[in-house]
Every structure is written in structure tokens, then in C-alpha cells.
């Protein structure tokens, strides 16, 4: 379940590990809050990196933490968050899903990267443009929706619901513990940015994690 604290969103699915989604109304700088500068340059692909001593991850939607403290961070408006946290490995992850990144099940990616077992691993899906507000082209929806074995309740004509295929796509790898975020960002644009909404917004939420 989600709630928030402090104008960031949480799940308590990962209570006692750090990590958060901001809001618009998050005020502080996460670089004044100490999270650092390990963000990649994220460009809708699939491609998923550990975090090293390096600074820069070029063309890369997916980063994998491993070490004590470790620290990631990830931007978005509209495209699926996607955080991995598995207790056994103290492995965490964060993945950026538009409808590229999905249509190349970049979480199920981020789980093979991860090498444990999907089923130690929780996921927590967070906020991002919903069934509601996601209309596609039927290619796009051909796409999306041939990533995975059940399509039921994913899609309403010409809307599709990344945040479930993402959740499907998970769950059919083994995936057993998955929290999903109800609030679209498009509909509830007061708390957080919308590329389709805003007329293609240059702002940005982040998600976040951090390894206990």
C-alpha cells in the first residue's frame, strides 16, 4: 500500500528501505539531500547497469545497486517507475518503463540482471500515466501487449495500462510480491508532472533507493 510522508510517496512494501517517489511539491534538492549523482542518462531503452565507481551510465534506463548505502536515482513524467528490492541479496534496482522500455520488458531485464530469484524479489510499481489517460496507436498496443501471455484487463480499446503489463510481465517470471500505485499522473497532475498533460513538460519526479 501506498501513502505519503513529507510530499514524497512510499510503499510499505519496502518499509525499512530507503526510497521514495517526489512529488511537485517536494521542495528540497535531492542533491542538497545527500542522493548524489548517480542518475543515468536515461533514453527509452532496455539497457540495465550495476552501479560502480563510474559517474555517468550513457544510454541507460536501469541501474542495479549491491553495496551498503549505495545510493539511485531515476526521472519521470508519465513513463512506470519501477523499483526491485530483493532482502536475500540486498539487491535493489530502479527501472524506467515508457512504452519502449516495456515493450521490451526492461523489468524482467532488471531481474535476470539482479541474478536472484524472482520470487525473493518485491517490486514496487509507482505512480505513472494510467488506463485512463494512456491512449496508443494500435501498433504501440500490438506491441505492449505481445509481451506477455494473459492480456486480460490490460487494455480498453485504444488505452493500455503500463503499469499492469509491467506487473504481468513480472509476475510471469515468478515475480510474487508486487505493489502497484493507483495514482495516474495525468489525472492527478497536482501531485505529479505529465509529459502528455503538460504539452511535453521539461519537469521531472524522481524515484528513489538506497540499500539499508
Request: with cysteine; charged share 25%.
Amino acid at each position: 500500500m501506498f501513502y505519503f510522508e513529507n510530499d514524497v510517496l512510499k510503499s510499505d512494501y519496502l518499509d525499512g528501505i530507503e526510497h521514495f517517489f517526489t512529488t511537485r511539491n517536494y521542495a528540497p534538492s535531492l542533491d542538497g539531500e545527500g542522493w548524489g549523482g548517480v542518475m543515468p542518462e536515461q533514453t527509452h531503452s532496455d539497457h540495465v547497469e550495476y552501479v560502480d565507481e563510474r559517474l555517468q551510465y550513457p544510454d541507460t534506463d536501469g541501474l542495479i545497486i549491491t553495496k551498503s548505502r549505495q545510493k539511485i536515482r531515476l526521472k519521470f513524467a508519465d513513463c512506470t517507475p519501477l523499483l526491485f528490492y530483493n532482502p536475500r541479496t540486498n539487491t535493489g534496482a530502479i527501472s524506467h518503463a515508457g512504452w519502449r522500455g516495456t515493450a521490451q520488458k526492461i523489468g524482467v531485464k532488471t531481474i535476470e540482471k539482479m541474478g536472484g530469484q524472482a520470487k525473493d524479489t518485491i517490486v514496487v510499481i509507482g505512480p505513472a500515466i494510467s488506463l485512463c489517460c494512456y491512449e496508443v496507436s494500435d501498433d504501440v498496443k500490438t506491441k505492449l501487449l505481445q509481451t506477455v501471455k494473459d492480456t486480460a484487463n490490460l487494455y480498453n480499446n485504444c488505452n493500455v495500462d503500463l503499469k499492469a503489463i509491467n506487473a504481468r510481465q513480472l509476475q510471469e517470471v515468478g515475480v510474487e510480491k508486487i505493489d502497484i500505485c493507483p495514482y495516474c499522473t495525468s489525472c492527478n497532475n497536482d501531485l505529479f508532472y505529465s509529459y502528455r498533460k503538460e504539452n511535453g513538460t521539461m519537469q521531472r519526479h524522481f524515484a528513489v533507493l538506497q540499500l539499508p
